[in-house]
């Protein structure tokens, strides 16, 4: 199986089988892995079924297709086989349960393909009645291969040599300018640091024992072996071998260090197969950016691992954006934009997840596990790592969080120190306490105070009573003409009321507001003083008023009494 090379097929023979579900997919969704053919090329040759007109239909491998689609590469290498279109379709269905299904029908090599097309177009001109046209001669310079034969079955035991194919040309876009002799025996710490160093612009390719390479320090992310890409790479390599080469650099401690090709690597290790290797000399950007489209690349990626690679490799754009070559005067490019439409996604939601590498692990575990939104995490990725494992732990003990308590929470945090206390005390919204609401002044009053008394150092006049004291009740007498002759008012009565008028003026307290006052004073622009002289001046003109009746009054009654 290791033995069997793909072909390079044009993308626009190659078709889909019918219901495929992976098509509903939608383009947003393979932008990691548009960006990782762009640059590491593809990395497993897709799985195609012949059919009779001589073109394809895809049995395994449609994302890959359909990546290369995107990045719009005009072939794709393939592996063919011979098989019916319902043994397609029963394949699929078996894989996607147990990848280690034998793929049904022959495979069918490019010789034999040949063939059978030019004997396929003869019998369709003798059909109708032309003469059956001479196969093409073979290609100047190249022999005509012979036609498949039946392989014998070989032994499950590991292989001695280094796969061929793709290993010995290396990923797309990167041109080998040496090849080394291959390594497969253990090295010493020696050997490790014994292979040239590519000079710029230089790739050498090797086949490496898996321990003359190691994991780069740069590359912080971890390698889920539970996911279900990983296990299905693991299958493929089992079957295949590495067919596609890891990309690494010399370090700086002399030995090699992988950039691209982790999982490939660690697989390798666990099964002693020999690792194709490209070499090259790369800065510290443009290896961040390879470890960064290494892991983005992946059909299920975290959320930790994704913020993390998005912002490694955002920061590394922006430095090599920002070192102008000489001579190059022209604006710079927005790498955040160009970043965001290469993954699918607007250039805001490119910022929150990029804010989301300053995120705990835990608070993106229950991004994740769909217990917290998007949105909320990433106000609660502005705290410090302590105040972030605080409110997971507040979670844990169901205390709600929103976009508005984690908001609140964020400005409070800048300008105070914060504890656990008031933290909880903060998403539950018993701090910073709630402002006070001032409440809308009442209508001013008007209070009218009882009459001044009258002045001692001024003489009364002789023919003006005294006036009555406060609380005093003063009969009203109406005018003579409308008077109607009555008997005399009940003195005692009049005296009991009086006196207890008295008694209680001293908490009498009089306020006069409302339309009742405003009738009387229309006039808004009056002061309260202005309004309080003019109370006064009617209270006096009222009193002299019922004077002059009350003189009035005794008049009548003495004439009547002499009258008699």
Do not use: W
Not at 100 to 111: M, R, S
Not at 351 to 357: A, E, F, G, P, Y
């Amino acid at each position: 199986m290791a033995k069997e090379k793909s072909r390079n097929i044009p993308i626009e023979k190659i078709h889909d089988l019918p219901g495929l579900e992976d098509s509903k997919q939608p383009d947003k969704a393979y932008g990691s892995l548009v960006s990782s053919i762009l640059i590491n090329g593809v990395k497993e040759p897709v799985i195609l079924r012949s059919m009779e007109n001589g073109e394809y239909q895809v049995v395994a491998g449609y994302r890959r297709k359909r990546a290369v689609e995107l990045a719009k590469l005009q072939e794709i290498p393939a592996l063919i086989y011979d098989m019916t279109e319902k043994e397609a379709l029963e394949y699929r269905a078996k894989a996607e349960k147990d990848p280690k299904t034998p793929i049904p029908g022959k495979l069918v090599e490019e010789a034999a393909e040949e063939k059978a097309k030019a004997d396929s177009a003869a019998k369709t001109e003798d059909k109708s009645g032309e003469k059956a046209a001479e196969p093409a001669p073979p290609a100047a310079g190249k022999e005509k291969k012979p036609a498949a034969k039946e392989s014998k079955p070989k032994s499950a035991k590991p292989r001695e040599e280094a796969p061929a194919g793709p290993a010995a040309v290396g990923p797309t876009g990167t041109v080998i300018t040496k090849i080394l002799d291959s390594r497969l025996n253990p090295p010493t710490a020696k050997d490790k640091k014994s292979l040239p160093v590519p000079g710029e612009g230089e790739a050498f390719s090797v086949i490496l024992h898996p321990a003359f390479l190691k994991k780069a320090e740069i590359n912080t992310f971890s390698v889920d072996r539970e996911a279900d890409d990983f296990k299905e790479l693991y299958k493929s390599i089992e079957r295949f071998g590495v067919k596609d080469p890891v990309l690494a650099r010399v370090g700086k401690d002399g030995e090699l260090e992988i950039l691209s090709g982790q999982r490939r690597h660690l697989i390798a290790g666990e099964l002693n197969y020999p690792v194709p290797t490209i070499i090259q000399q790369l800065d510290d950007d443009d290896a961040k950016i390879l470890v960064a489209d290494g892991n983005l690349h992946r059909e299920h990626i975290s959320t930790y691992d994704q913020a993390r690679a998005l912002r490694m490799k955002a920061d590394s754009m922006k430095r090599k954006a920002g070192r102008r070559s000489k001579g190059d005067n022209g604006p710079k490019m927005d790498t955040d934009e160009i970043l965001a439409k290469e993954m699918g996604m607007s250039t805001s939601k490119l910022n929150r997840l990029m804010k989301l590498s300053e995120a705990t692990k835990c608070v993106c575990e229950l991004v994740d596990e769909g217990t917290l939104a998007p949105s909320i995490a990433y106000n609660i990725a502005f705290l410090s790592p302590q105040l972030q494992d605080t409110v997971v732990d507040l979670i844990g003990v169901n205390v709600k969080v929103s976009n508005e308590n984690t908001g609140r929470l964020k400005e409070v945090a800048r300008t105070e120190k914060l504890d656990a206390g008031k933290v909880r005390d903060v998403l539950e919204g018993r701090y910073p306490p709630p402002k006070v609401v001032e409440k809308s002044k009442p209508v001013e009053t008007v209070k009218v105070p009882a009459p001044p008394m009258a002045p001692t150092g001024i003489p009364k006049s002789p023919d003006i009573p005294e006036p009555p004291k406060p609380g005093t009740v003063v009969p009203f007498v109406p005018p003579a003409a409308d008077r109607k002759t009555e008997p005399a008012p009940n003195t005692a009565a009049v005296k009991a009321a009086e006196t207890q008028d008295k008694e209680n003026s001293y908490v009498t307290k009089v306020i006069l507001t409302g339309d009742r006052l405003r009738k009387y004073f229309p006039d808004v622009s009056m002061t309260p003083r202005e309004i309080e002289d003019s109370v006064y001046d009617a209270l006096e003109e009222r009193r002299q008023r019922q004077e002059r009746l009350k003189q009035k009054t005794e008049i009548l009654k003495t004439k009547t009494e002499s009258v008699k």
